[in-house]
């Protein structure tokens, strides 16, 4: 089974940037479908976006489309989450999540459908 730590959280600025890494160990990582969640204070964990296998896919929730890019190396073991553009609700506890049987369509969107997560990386908006 993969393991995960994410790294690369901070405090930024309202319109400042940041990029989160993932960094993965253990099974053969190109054959994990990777996924970013996010989860505020007192709010349940949200989808952020998610990555294929390959690299050549990637899905985002509205709230972040345009502002947030997932990219992956296979090479390296590593996913990014590089954000542009911040605001204060982006601020949350940044999580990455491996999924090694899920398919590429909306059951990939929620949490339930991820094996493997993540300790989490803080990411605070100052506004």
């Known amino acids: 089974q993969v393991q995960l730590v994410e790294s690369g959280g901070g405090l930024v600025q309202a319109g400042g940037s940041l990029r989160l890494s993932c960094a993965a160990s253990?099974?053969?990582?190109?054959?994990?479908?990777m996924g970013w969640f996010r989860q505020a204070p007192g709010k349940e964990r949200e989808f952020v976006g998610k990555?294929?296998?390959?690299?050549?896919?990637?899905a985002y929730a509205d709230s972040v489309k345009g502002r947030f890019t997932i990219s992956r190396d296979n090479a390296k073991n590593t996913v990014y989450l590089q954000m542009n553009s911040l605001k204060p609700e982006d601020t949350a506890v940044y999580y990455c999540?491996?999924?090694?049987?899920?398919?590429w369509g909306y059951g990939s969107n929620l949490a339930r459908n991820y094996d493997t997560w993540g300790q989490g990386t803080q990411v605070t908006v100052s506004s």
């Open positions: 253990g099974r053969t990582f190109n054959t994990y479908l």
């Open positions: 990555i294929s296998w390959s690299g050549g896919a990637t």
């Open positions: 999540a491996a999924a090694e049987r899920a398919s």
